[in-house]
């Protein structure tokens, strides 16, 4: 059997050379699927464990790219956006029980991924409760400034909120774990920090979350600038999505057009393409990790009617570009952060730039429910791949290989 699956798979590769060769010949160049552009976006392909950036998958051919947008300094913003609140705040009313000490429980998203990592991180260097690791529990006693005084910080407890059907970022997981700490720490707990707005809205929703509790968030959401608005929602950072999703596209597009070298990721991002667009927001370029990254910005009740929903880029209108084809995973359907805010900027931008986009979505716990639906690719001109695990680009890329 074996034998014959082999022999099966050495006679289509010939049958693929011949017919790329055939049409070569009749003037229609086919261009094998290993040759098509692949971007990487939203889940940087990384080691779970160290984050390392995986290059294996980042050098698959000329044409791969990760777009995405600045997840350190990202944390660097969220931490900022924390003290700067504390440190303009009333002391008497932050800390609920007058210890003085500032008692904050948080949110982590997936601890195998670099987005929630760094937010970790920058949260817990910013309050000084960093002890060199990002896993939950890893934590030491930290200072910080409120209103003119010095307090300490003590991080009750942070958890990774996984569902019960194992995806990560899990808001009711957030629900839940959010009433066991208000009965469990009760009014020791004076701030709410989460990795992310679907589960920072998640605490919201405990019947018995601590009125008045200063809480933050993390993408800047329609429903979490709402709440911020509202007033229940104490800040949120933008990760810039619209620059993210038109530059995913962007440089799809410089690919299908024949772009290369530095022109894939400066035409339509800092400079204007041939079609006259160009993404307003700057983004900044990696080269050592082939990486195109949208800045942060912090988001409070300063300047949260600047994000409300359907804000779009002015910069990127109509094209007569030549129609192009692709397919693009979501790791996880559910995600709030891709269905609420990036999907709808995909679709929103696609159009623009003459791409007809296949999103395929899967259920964010098992790399199957995404890969299956990962086929027909000799269909497509490029693809977009959001992966379940951040250390299984490679099969995608197995998938591509002839
Ligand atoms: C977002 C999260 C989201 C995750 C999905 C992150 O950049 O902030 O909200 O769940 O991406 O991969
Ligand atoms: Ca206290």
Not at 149 to 156: D, I, N
Not at 168 to 174: H, K, M, V
């Amino acid at each position: 059997m074996k034998k014959f699956l082999v022999a099966m798979m050495v006679m289509a590769v010939i049958a693929g050379t011949l017919f790329a060769q055939g049409s070569a010949e009749s003037g229609a160049a086919v261009m094998l699927n290993k040759d098509k552009p692949v971007i990487f976006y939203n889940r940087q392909p990384s080691d779970p464990t160290t984050g390392v950036i995986d290059m294996n998958a980042m050098n698959w051919n000329d044409k791969t790219m990760y777009v995405g947008f600045d997840a350190a300094g990202g944390g660097a913003v969220q931490g900022k956006l924390i003290t700067d609140f504390l440190a303009s705040a009333d002391p008497a009313v932050i800390d609920r029980n007058g210890d003085g000490i500032i008692g904050y429980v948080l949110c982590i998203g997936d601890v195998g991924h670099n987005d929630s990592k760094a937010r970790t991180q920058g949260i817990r260097e910013a309050l000084g409760t960093w002890a060199g690791s990002t896993d939950p529990g890893v934590v030491q006693e930290g200072s910080v400034n409120v209103g003119g005084k010095t307090f300490k910080v003590v991080e009750l407890e942070g958890k990774a909120m996984t569902g019960t059907d194992g995806s990560t970022w899990n808001a009711n997981a957030a629900t839940d774990a959010m009433s066991g700490w208000a009965t469990k720490f009760g009014d020791q707990i004076d701030m709410v920090v989460s990795n992310n707005d679907g589960m920072a809205m998640g605490c919201l929703q405990a019947s018995n979350y601590p009125a008045g509790v200063p809480i933050f968030g993390y993408d800047a959401n329609a429903d979490a600038i709402e709440a911020i608005g509202a007033g229940k929602l104490t800040g949120t950072v933008s990760q810039n999505v619209d620059a993210q999703a038109a530059g995913t596209l962007q440089v799809l597009r410089n690919y299908l057009d024949g772009l290369t070298g530095a022109d894939v990721y400066t035409k339509g991002i800092s400079e204007p393409d041939q079609y006259g667009n160009k993404i307003t927001a700057d983004m900044m370029w990696v080269a050592d990790t082939k990486a195109l990254l949208a800045q942060n910005v912090g988001v409070n009740s300063s300047n949260w009617q600047l994000y409300t929903e359907g804000t779009r880029d002015a910069g990127i209108k109509q094209t007569d570009a030549p129609s192009k084809k692709v397919i693009l995973t979501v790791y996880n359907a559910g995600d709030n952060f891709l269905s609420s805010s990036y999907v709808p900027a995909l679709r929103y931008y696609a159009p623009l730039m003459n791409i007809e986009l296949n999103i395929v979505q899967g259920d964010g716990q098992s790399e199957s429910s995404c890969l299956d639906k990962f086929t027909n690719l000799g269909n497509y001109d490029a693809y977009a791949i959001n992966m379940v695990k951040t250390n299984s680009a490679q099969d995608y890329l197995d998938k591509l290989k002839y």
